[in-house]
């Protein structure tokens, strides 16, 4: 009885000792689970503080009078759109007469505002003659003053605006005619030196132009793959070879195939740089092997049975493929290749190796005119000296991650929607 109560005391301890064990491995996985998403909140935190103000740009009213002496040429775009705009802030702040005060009172509001003129004027030429008050966009010094990211009680030296800069721009807050407002022009304007003209659509433009070939040409490339691998190809080393290769392409750095796009298809092939076409091209090569691989475990999933069944009733190796295998397994590849483009869209290092790193102010109508991809505009932006650059480089994060999120709930819900159980 004695030796039975020390076995039982033994196992009883040892049993304690695997419980705590158990809870206190429970508890790291729960901190490990608490800190990633700390530090994600935190990421996103950071991004969203930065990006949000650049949803909103200060716009300063001008009572333009488009007299008809200014409109003698032919060509309504040869008018001084921008002598116009000097004119007004004179007559607006009359008392300035000194050279360098009228060349800061006239950087108060950014160089677009001529073309601003110039647009109304050829969409409507009936405003000549009239008087028209127009909105145009601050520079982007005044814009960050009126967000709060310029400390007015700085001395002059230690920041970007005069102090005549801002006596000008609290007269015009007291006059009600500064103000801030939705910033339009960032989601309909390509990229410029000037941070309050920049937008995000030629980007946008390119990356999807890019991502139209990628997915054209990778998906039924990697669909066909997958199902000769995996139904057709017949079990030998030059197989184990091929699959191999596919695997270990799937781990290959993105630049390496930036790399083998830059000699193929710019040096070898001699099709334009800083194009839709040769980035999708290039990305086709990166996201087949991440297909490929999907598509074969999706066709993997498909129990043996459907096929015996559909061969056991008559119908051919080819038919039993593509009438009842490749039906019940393309959920599965579809999820594989929007998590691709996924991946895809968020590459930056193989586009810059073919070029697409150029600055683009128009927005590309085609696959193969110049343009560039939304990561490489981000990382363009990050590299601009003006502050007002900042914001704008974490909103157009946001708005690539709104991208990449979208992508992803897609996958999943199509996951779950059309997954089988068998």
């Known amino acids: 009885m004695k030796d039975q109560r020390h076995v039982s005391e033994a196992i009883n301890k040892g049993l304690k000792r695997r419980y705590r064990a158990e809870q206190r491995f429970r508890r790291i996985g729960i901190a490990a689970i608490v800190i990633a ?21 200060t716009y300063v009213a001008l009572n333009i009078t488009f007299a008809e002496d200014i409109f003698q040429s032919e060509n309504l775009r040869d008018a001084n759109y921008l002598g116009l705009v000097k004119s007004t802030l ?8 000194d050279r360098r005060e009228k060349r800061q009172l006239y950087n108060m509001v950014s160089p677009g505002a001529a073309f601003i003129l110039q647009d109304m004027i050829i969409d409507n030429p009936g405003l000549i003659g009239t008087t028209q008050t127009v909105w145009v966009p601050a520079d982007d010094d005044i814009d960050m003053f009126m967000k709060g990211k310029i400390d007015p009680t700085l001395p002059q030296s230690a920041r970007r605006i005069t102090d005549n800069q801002l006596e000008w721009t609290r007269a015009l807050q007291e006059a009600g005619k500064i103000e801030k407002r939705f910033n339009t022009i960032f989601f309909t304007a390509g990229d410029s030196r000037e941070p309050e003209l920049a937008g995000i659509l030629g980007a946008a433009a390119g990356s999807f132009y890019t991502l139209l070939i990628t997915l054209g040409l990778s998906f039924p490339i990697g669909v066909a793959a997958a199902v000769y691998l995996e139904e057709f190809a017949p079990a030998n080393r030059w197989t184990d070879l091929i699959e191999i290769n596919i695997n270990n392409l799937a ?3 993105s630049i390496i195939f930036g790399l083998l796009g830059l000699a193929i298809f710019i040096n ?23 297909i ?10 498909v129990p043996p049975s459907i096929r015996e069944a559909a061969l056991g009733v008559g119908a051919s190796k080819l038919q039993t493929i593509t009438h009842h295998v490749l039906p019940l397994a393309l959920p599965g590849m579809l999820t594989g290749t929007i998590i691709g483009m996924a991946q895809a869209l968020g590459e930056t290092a193989p586009l810059l190796m073919i070029g697409m790193v150029a600055f683009i102010v128009d927005i590309p109508a085609g696959i193969t005119d110049p343009a560039t991809a ?19 480089t974490s909103a157009a994060i946001m708005v690539l991650l709104a991208f990449l999120i979208l992508m992803n709930a897609t996958a999943v819900i199509m996951r779950k929607k059309f997954e089988i159980k068998w």
């Open 37 to 57: 998403l700390l530090f994600l909140l935190s990421l996103f935190y950071s991004i969203i503080s930065k990006g949000y103000p650049a949803f909103q740009q």
């Open 90 to 97: 004179r007559q607006m702040f009359p008392a300035v007469d």
């Open 251 to 253: 781990a290959v750095p």
């Open 268 to 290: 070898f092939f001699g099709l334009p740089r800083s194009t839709p076409l040769v980035g999708g091209l290039v990305l086709t090569l990166m996201t087949l092997p991440t």
């Open 292 to 301: 490929i691989i999907a598509g074969r475990a999706s066709l993997k999933s």
């Open 374 to 392: 939304l990561p490489v505009q981000i990382f363009l932006w990050s590299d601009s000296p003006e502050r007002a650059f900042t914001e704008r």
